[in-house]
């Protein structure tokens, strides 16, 4: 059973007359992200919108009267973007190796003024299944939608094990009122760890250009595993034997500063994928965007040309991708035709209000949803035998489900 607890304690400056002043916490936003290992690292992350706090970080098993202190890591703050607009607050972050799975942990954030007291539970080393929550875009013109979706998958999973966003968190990556949005609207489910996909939103300037996804990186401090010039953006993590990959499927947007980034990132991918066959790992991979078309005309795109043979030749079972804001499961496919022993891929639909009416159902598809009425939510559950899939309309309407047969290599 997981707890998610936190709460913020005000401290108070006393005045010369003797009255205390309250003054607000300042700690936000304390987040879980997700370890390279599932069951026993965690990152927590939060953000502070004062510059040049020195925060202090805490932890010890629930009952344990020993504490330990971990180094605390300082994001690198976004700039100012546009005259008039809010800069990025600062970020923080501890990356806590060691844990030991199905074990409550304790901690405080403590700074100056302030202090945020809160708790996790470690998973379970060897359950019957690990529940798991995966979003399609949550950017919105009202963040007010992704919020009633995130507060849906709760109830619906009030005990997830990990959420996944696929990218595409906002709608501009330079807007940081847009980032407080989605963060205060989201923020019923921040004690669950995150694992965010990069999406191509994300590297966008506010004048609409491509750019750097400077505040993702520093909001999202994931596993710094990833291809030579994408740290923290691409990378992967293990939940027990399954391992997850999340590609940067963004050369469009990134390319032209990072040469060769496809080749570099698919000789990656192969080596992730060599390892996970001698690990006798089950491999799921996390795509923003499909390795086709978009929308779907019935040719791969630089992405499918990449990363499709690697797929098919290390038989990956399962894909999901994001980026066309419809549900779509596809038949198990192999070299883009339908076979048994093939790797299926869904497209995860929408979490927030943006719809996208140039959407299709391709030929390969055995389940579509335009997603025009309402966002979805994907609820997947690792077993031993396989991965269970159900996806759902907000309103708690299920739209879909399958069962993906998986061995270990």
Known sequence: MKKRVLHAACFGVISAFGLVWPVAAQVQHVMQIVGEDGLT????????????????????????????????????????YAEGTERAWQSYA????????????????????????????????????????????????????????????????PQADLRISMGDLTDNGQAWFQWKAWLDEGRSAENIPLAPVLGNHEAYSMTWTFAEPETYRSLFPVPQNGPEGQTGLAYFFDYGDVRFISLNTNEEELGATRPNMLTLEAGWLEKILKQSETEHKRVILLMHRSPWSTPYSGAKDVNGTAFLPLIDKYE??????????????????????PEAKGT???????????????????????????????????????????FYVSAYKRDGRLIDEVIIPTKKK
């Not at 809160?118 to 080393?125: I, L, Q, S, V, Y």
Request: glycine share 8%.
């Open 41 to 80: 690292s965690r990152t927590v992350a939060w953000l502070d919108d004062r510059a040049g706090t020195y925060p202090v970080f805490s932890y010890k098993k629930k009952g344990d009267t020993y504490e330990k202190t971990a180094f605390v890591i300082w994001g690198e703050r976004p700039p100012l």
């Open 94 to 157: 501890v990356r806590l190796t060691g844990l030991e799975a199905g074990t409550e942990y304790v901690y405080t954030v403590a700074t100056e003024t302030d202090r945020v007291d809160g708790a996790f539970t470690m998973p379970e080393k060897s359950p019957l299944e690990y529940k798991i929550s995966v979003m399609g875009d949550s950017q919105s013109v009202d963040y007010g939608e992704w919020g009633k979706t995130v507060n849906a998958a709760l109830r619906h999973m």
């Open 316 to 337: 990956v079972p399962l894909v999901f991708t994001a980026h066309e804001h419809c549900y779509a499961r596809s038949y198990p496919l192999r070299e883009g035709r």
């Open 344 to 386: 299926v891929y869904i497209t995860t639909g929408r979490s927030g209000s943006e719809t996208w009416a140039e959407a299709v159902r391709r030929p390969f598809d055995v389940a579509y949803d335009d997603c025009m009425d309402l966002p979805v939510y994907v609820e997947l559950r690792l077993r031993k035998d396989g």
